[in-house]
Structure formats: structure tokens, C-alpha cells
T-cell receptor
Framework: DADVTQTPRNRITKTGKRIMLECSQT?????MYWYRQDPGLGLRLIYY???????NKGEISDGYSVSRQAQAKFSLSLESAIPNQTALYFC??????????????FGSGTQLSVL | GQQLNQSPQSMFIQEGEDVSMNCTSS?????WLWYKQDPGEGPVLLIA?????ELTSNGRLTAQFGITRKDSFLNISASIPSDVGIYFC???????????FGTGTRLQVTL
């Protein structure tokens, strides 16, 4: 079984709909992250969390929200989806220890299309 | 924010050839990492570099942390079909646990 699991793998939705992407991990890591990947732009950080109920904005947090109610789960919500939020979304985890916290473990991604 | 420029953006090579790609920044980084993304999967860490001038190998892959701390290089020797994917560099500065990712180099290997 995958250590970092994202659901769903694919989602098509309409403009204005509320969408939630789920991430769960069995690695026991404290730190969790949501990234967005767009062709030619690499990976950009949306939100990150260092512990349960700890939430921090990343580079491109506008239009998104997150929830960290348990160590193993970190969900990403789009309150009112818009077409330019069409992208590949990745959840990642890392340990909190110095020398390890930069080593991210990624899920397989969720391809979101907003029509 | 900080920007990392990767080059080339894409490469088409023949099996058995060596590959070189690099990542440059306008800012100094304390740590450089290289990730590979297979088609349909998330990125996987290949190599981590922590010291200016450091040269580290992982099988056929060799990466270097540039002396200026503003660049890093990845070489793949004797490429094989499973090397296909997108290679990302990532830099970390200070004590933040937020990486800055490069734009990626897409590698295609032909038989």
C-alpha cells in the first residue's frame, strides 16, 4: 500500500462547485504539504502544516483552504472552483527532524479539471 | 519569490547516452535536492546535497552543489528507457521547511 494516499485520483467539476481533495499518510510524519503542478511552472506550495491544527499559507493559497484534524490526514478544499484551478495536485509529507524535513514524500497526485 | 531556472526544458536522447541538466538561482541556497517524477506518479527524491562543492552519486546519477551556492547539476550516465520522466531541482534556504522547486526538465529516451 502507498505511504501517502490521495483521493480521488481524477476529478472533473464545474465552475462554482465546492471540491475537497483528501490526503492520508501512514509514514507517521508530522509535516504535510499541498502542492500544485502546472506545465512549465513546476511545483508551487499552496498550504502546509507542521502538526495537527497547525495551518500555514504557502506561495499560492488564495482560493484554497485546508484542514488538519489528525496527524495522518490533510485535506485541501476549493470553496468555489474556477477554471484556472485546473491542475495536478500533490500532497506530500516529511519528518520534522533537522536534516530530514526537506525530504518530501509525495502522493500519486489528483488531476482536477474545472469546466 | 525565489525562482529556480532549469535547463534544458526538455531533452530527447538515445538509450546509452549521457545526460546533463542544471538548475540556477538568483539566490543562495543551503540545500539542493533533485527529484524525479515518473509519468502518472508523484516526485521521488533522488539526491540531496548539503554543502557547497559537494558531489554525490546514486547509481548512474551524479549531482553537484555549485560552489556559488546558486546552482546545481545533475548527470545521468548511460541512459535507459526507465530514465524517462520529469526531473525537478529544489532549493532550501535558512531554516524554512519550504522548498522552492524548479520548472522541471522533461527527459525522453529513444531506443
Amino acid at each position: 500500500d502507498a505511504d501517502v494516499t490521495q483521493t480521488p485520483r481524477n476529478r472533473i467539476t464545474k465552475t462554482g462547485k465546492r471540491i475537497m481533495l483528501e490526503c492520508s499518510q501512514t509514514k507517521g510524519h508530522d509535516r504535510m504539504y499541498w502542492y500544485r503542478q502546472d506545465p512549465g511552472l513546476g511545483l508551487r506550495l499552496i498550504y502546509y502544516s507542521f502538526d495537527v491544527k497547525d495551518i500555514n499559507k504557502g506561495e499560492i493559497s488564495d482560493g484554497y483552504s485546508v484542514s488538519r484534524q489528525a496527524q495522518a490526514k490533510f485535506s485541501l478544499s476549493l470553496e468555489s472552483a474556477i477554471p484556472n484551478q485546473t491542475a495536478l495536485y500533490f500532497c506530500a509529507t516529511s519528518e520534522g527532524r533537522v536534516g530530514y524535513n526537506e525530504k518530501l514524500f509525495f502522493g500519486s497526485g489528483t488531476q482536477l479539471s474545472v469546466l | 519569490g525565489q525562482q529556480l531556472n532549469q535547463s534544458p526544458q526538455s531533452m530527447f536522447i538515445q538509450e546509452g547516452e549521457d545526460v546533463s541538466m542544471n538548475c540556477t538561482s538568483s539566490s543562495i541556497f543551503n540545500t539542493w535536492l533533485w527529484y524525479k517524477q515518473d509519468p502518472g506518479e508523484g516526485p521521488v527524491l533522488l539526491i540531496a546535497l548539503y554543502k557547497a562543492g559537494e558531489l554525490t552519486s546514486n547509481g548512474r546519477l551524479t549531482a553537484q552543489f555549485g560552489i556559488t551556492r546558486k546552482d546545481s547539476f545533475l548527470n545521468i550516465s548511460a541512459s535507459i528507457p526507465s530514465d524517462v520522466g520529469i526531473y525537478f531541482c529544489a532549493g532550501l534556504t535558512g531554516t524554512a521547511s519550504k522548498l522552492t522547486f524548479g520548472t522541471g526538465t522533461r527527459l525522453q529516451v529513444t531506443l
